[in-house]
């Protein structure tokens, strides 16, 4: 079973947080990406956060700088994300996607590198 499976999602009004967790596949030979994408109605899929095992890169939109944290267990088999001061326009359905495994360092936002998609988890910011 490679798909992620996002949880923790739901409805919040703008100020709040959420977390959501992203259960990846089992652990793999090598590094891979592991990242959290939104998409809201009539908009592209964006890159919110990202990060590359086996070390601290991360990447973040500019819009959730210094709002939304990833962070991943020990085994990096998991991925959180930490929302914090949730605005309006924070919501959409957010997906967690991965990587295979890699043995270079890529575009932490380059969404071609990713080829493991979960279903999504729908997030909702009330105002």
């Known amino acids: 079973q490679d798909q992620p499976v996002e949880s923790g999602g739901g409805s919040v009004q703008a100020g709040g947080s959420l977390r959501l967790s992203c259960v990846a596949a089992p652990r793999i030979p090598g590094r891979r990406l592991m990242g959290w994408f939104r998409q809201a109605p009539g908009t592209e899929r964006e890159v919110v956060a990202a990060a590359f095992t086996g070390g601290n890169m991360r990447y973040y939109h500019e819009s959730v700088k210094g709002r939304f944290t990833l962070s991943l267990d020990n085994a990096e088999t998991t991925a959180y994300l930490q929302m914090d001061d949730l605005k309006a326009e924070d919501s959409a359905m957010y997906y967690c996607?991965?990587?295979?495994?890699?043995?270079?360092?890529?575009?932490?936002?380059?969404?071609?590198?990713?080829?493991?998609w979960g279903e999504g988890t729908q997030v909702t910011v009330s105002s």
């Open positions: 996607a991965t990587s295979g495994p890699l043995y270079f360092v890529p575009r932490l936002d380059d969404a071609g590198r990713y080829v493991y």
